[in-house]
């Protein structure tokens, strides 16, 4: 069984710092790309950050210098490092991995169950 479990959000003020981190567990073979998404009310689920197993990384234009992912492939965890927070970035964010599991000879996607971020005015 594996699982995506994420830790950081909350409640900050707008100019503020958050760090979210998503730990994948369970009978793990390899994680290739290890994401962060995230969904306002209303709105459409969409992209904040990506990574690669080889570390490239690709961001939403909403984020872009002001947000940064990063992994730590020993302990099959992702990061996402959020600074000068904004109202708008208020949503539920969630952390997804393609995942192979062991005795399993093919890729799956895993999503977290969502942390909620709340940037207050």
């Known amino acids: 069984q594996v699982q995506l479990v994420e830790s950081g959000g909350g409640l900050v003020q707008a100019g503020g710092s958050l760090r979210l981190s998503c730990a994948a567990s369970?009978?793990?073979?390899?994680?290739?790309?290890m994401g962060w998404y995230r969904q306002a009310p209303g709105k459409q689920r969409e992209l904040v950050a990506r990574?690669?197993?080889?570390?490239?990384?690709n961001y939403g234009d909403s984020v872009k210098g002001r947000f940064t992912i990063s992994r730590d492939n020993a302990k099959n965890t992702v990061y996402l490092q959020m600074n000068s927070l904004k109202p708008e970035d208020t949503a539920v964010y969630y952390c997804?991995?393609?995942?192979?599991?062991?005795?399993?000879?093919?890729?799956?996607?895993?999503w977290g169950q969502g942390t909620q971020v709340t940037v207050s005015s």
């Open positions: 369970g009978s793990i073979f390899s994680i290739n790309a």
């Open positions: 997804s991995a393609s995942i192979m599991p062991r005795e399993v000879g093919a890729l799956y996607r895993y």
């Open positions: 990574i690669t197993s080889g570390g490239e990384t």
